[in-house]
């Protein structure tokens, strides 16, 4: 069965770090652009940041650029997200995901990802 599984959520204080992995099983995901997604309490899902499949290339949301970092380990089938000065206004569920383009670029919409990890909680208290 393929799956994204993504770990790393819990409850943090303002103005620290967390580090979110997902790990991919039931194939090889290191050909193929990923992305974070999070739906924070009351809005739609939302691009958080993207890389493509060797990971040179990234691209992040306004609202957390200089704060998160995507990176991959292709050897270990695995994407993490790297967030550092987490606020209040983070707290969300977030998802990993793939698509399905072995591609030099990134993709940064919800439509391009046909695989959806189940999410973790990260909760940032003021």
């Known amino acids: 069965q393929v799956q994204l599984e993504e770990t790393g959520g819990g409850l943090v204080q303002a103005g620290a770090s967390l580090r979110l992995s997902c790990a991919g099983s039931?194939?090889?995901?290191?050909?193929?652009?990923m992305g974070w997604f999070r739906q924070r309490p009351g809005n739609e899902r939302e691009f958080v940041a993207a890389t493509n499949w060797f990971g040179d290339r990234t691209a992040y949301a306004d609202s957390v650029k200089d704060r998160f970092t995507i990176s991959r380990d292709n050897a270990k089938n695995t994407m993490y997200l790297q967030m550092n000065r987490l606020k209040p206004e983070d707290t969300a569920i977030y998802y990993c995901?793939?698509?399905?383009?072995?591609?030099?670029?990134?993709?940064?919409?919800?439509?391009?990802?046909?695989?959806w990890g189940q999410g973790t909680q990260v909760t940032v208290s003021s």
């Open positions: 995901a793939a698509t399905t383009y072995a591609s030099r670029n990134y993709y940064t919409g919800l439509s391009d990802y046909s695989l």
């Open positions: 039931g194939r090889t995901f290191t050909t193929i652009a």
